[in-house]
């Protein structure tokens, strides 16, 4: 007697939950929310679309899942403010470009990339920005203006997050880190201590 259900690789559950994450982080990391569909993450994980609903529920669903639902802290972020302001420009953009440069730092590209078209991505990205930058510096800077020094901060380091990762404008897309960790770090620093 024939078994029936379902086929053989809905038995891999795990395996299956698995590439179809990995799929979907590839995919939204290189087009974004908007321009990856549940479809396209079934068809390059080898599975049926329904699967993907089954585990996710919904391409938010997916898409939460793929970036854990909030961004990793960057490796290196304590040190950038325990050394005080001296450097601190040059501190953040190089933390700032190892962390995107790295693959297991994903979230972080991905909701770059997903926050012009998809409105959790932008609240989360906003919310990783007040929480780890914004607040921080704004509380070391002891002028008036400081929160309007820390978004000026902000300012430099998302434009050049879209310039190197998303948009990927030469030369800075392909410029060396210590060549965009001096230049930046510069307009940084002036930023905040200018």
Same mark, same amino acid.
């Given at each position: 007697?024939? /078994?029936?259900?379902? @086929?053989?690789?809905?038995?891999?559950?795990?395996?299956?939950?698995? $590439?179809?994450?990995?799929?979907? =982080?590839?995919?939204?990391?290189?087009?974004?929310?908007?321009?990856?569909?549940?479809?396209?993450?079934?068809?390059?994980?080898?599975?049926?679309?329904?699967?993907?609903?089954? +585990?996710?529920?919904?391409?938010?669903? !997916? +898409? #939460? &899942?793929?970036?854990? *639902? &909030?961004? #990793?802290?960057?490796?290196?972020?304590?040190?950038? +403010?325990?050394?005080?302001? %001296?450097? !601190?420009?040059?501190?953040?953009?190089?933390?700032? !470009? %190892?962390?995107? %440069?790295?693959?297991? =730092?994903? @979230?972080? &590209?991905? *909701?770059? $990339?997903?926050?012009?078209?998809?409105?959790?991505?932008?609240?989360? !990205?906003?919310?990783?920005?007040?929480? /780890?930058?914004?607040? =921080?510096?704004?509380?070391?800077? %002891?002028?008036?203006?400081?929160?309007?020094?820390?978004?000026?901060?902000?300012?430099?380091? *998302?434009?050049?997050?879209?310039?190197?990762?998303?948009? =990927?404008?030469?030369?800075?897309?392909?410029?060396?880190?210590?060549?965009?960790?001096?230049? +930046?770090?510069?307009?940084?620093?002036?930023?905040?201590?200018?």
């Amino acid at each position: 007697m024939a /078994e029936h259900g379902r @086929p053989g690789r809905w038995r891999s559950g795990a395996e299956s939950r698995q $590439r179809i994450l990995e799929t979907a =982080r590839r995919l939204f990391r290189q087009h974004g929310y908007a321009g990856t569909t549940v479809r396209a993450v079934a068809t390059e994980a080898g599975v049926d679309p329904s699967m993907v609903f089954y +585990f996710f529920r919904t391409k938010q669903g !997916l +898409f #939460a &899942a793929a970036i854990e *639902l &909030a961004p #990793a802290v960057p490796e290196g972020i304590e040190a950038i +403010f325990a050394a005080g302001l %001296d450097g !601190l420009g040059e501190r953040v953009v190089r933390v700032l !470009l %190892d962390n995107m %440069d790295r693959s297991d =730092r994903a @979230p972080l &590209a991905m *909701l770059a $990339r997903s926050a012009p078209t998809h409105d959790e991505s932008e609240a989360l !990205l906003r919310e990783f920005i007040d929480r /780890e930058i914004s607040d =921080r510096l704004t509380a070391m800077l %002891d002028t008036p203006d400081a929160a309007l020094r820390a978004g000026m901060v902000n300012a430099q380091i *998302l434009g050049l997050t879209m310039a190197r990762y998303v948009v =990927r404008i030469e030369p800075i897309a392909s410029a060396p880190t210590d060549e965009l960790v001096t230049r +930046f770090g510069r307009l940084v620093q002036y930023c905040l201590t200018g």
